[in-house]
């Protein structure tokens, strides 16, 4: 822990353009206007971003994000943690854990690694999502498909690839 942050932080709000913060246990941080960096460190942290495009990282312990207003990038660890984009176009990394991914408003990108992650409030449309780990889970939460099997009447094969059709003009390459 650098110096200066032996006691711990229970609330910070931040206004500075790249402001970065490191935390212990169970903390709550919020950034404001500007850019912000905020960080977790361990424990079970809630972190919220502001006004403008900010990054939050989650480090040990099951986090709680919210990106705030603008395109924010939320990237966690191997934890079970719970991202929420906000407003705006959002990246939302799962990490290894089992997660909870909430798009939010915009167009919004999903990446999923080890863990059972779940997709809520994602708009085919104009959200993507990326799988970048093997035995993963994906979770379809999009009305109309309410069970496996209305999934695979909307399957198909192409080529290597299965493809999920939504509607006319949304699908799912896996």
């Not at 990446?111 to 999502?129: E, L, Q, S, T, Y």
């Not at 069970?147 to 059709?165: C, H, P, W």
């Amino acid at each position: 822990m650098p110096e200066g942050f032996d006691s711990k932080i229970t609330s910070v709000s931040a206004g500075l353009l790249h402001t970065t913060f490191l935390t212990e246990d169970g903390d709550v941080l919020s950034g404001n206007r500007g850019d912000d960096i905020v960080s977790g460190a361990g424990g079970d942290d809630r972190l919220k971003g502001g006004t403008c495009n900010d990054t939050l990282l989650g480090r040990d312990g099951d986090d709680r994000f919210n990106g705030g207003w603008a395109n924010d990038k939320l990237d966690v660890d191997t934890s079970d943690d719970r991202l929420s984009g906000g407003r705006g176009h959002d990246d939302l990394d799962g990490g290894d854990g089992d997660d909870r991914l909430n798009g939010g408003w915009g167009a919004d990108n999903f990446v999923f690694n080890g863990g059972r992650d779940a997709i809520r409030n994602f708009d085919p449309g104009c959200d993507w999502w990326f799988w970048s780990h093997p035995g993963d889970q994906i979770t379809i939460d999009i009305e109309g498909f309410d069970n496996f099997d209305d999934v695979i009447a909307n399957a198909s094969q192409e080529g290597q690839n299965t493809v999920i059709e939504f509607n006319e003009d949304d699908s799912l390459t896996l």
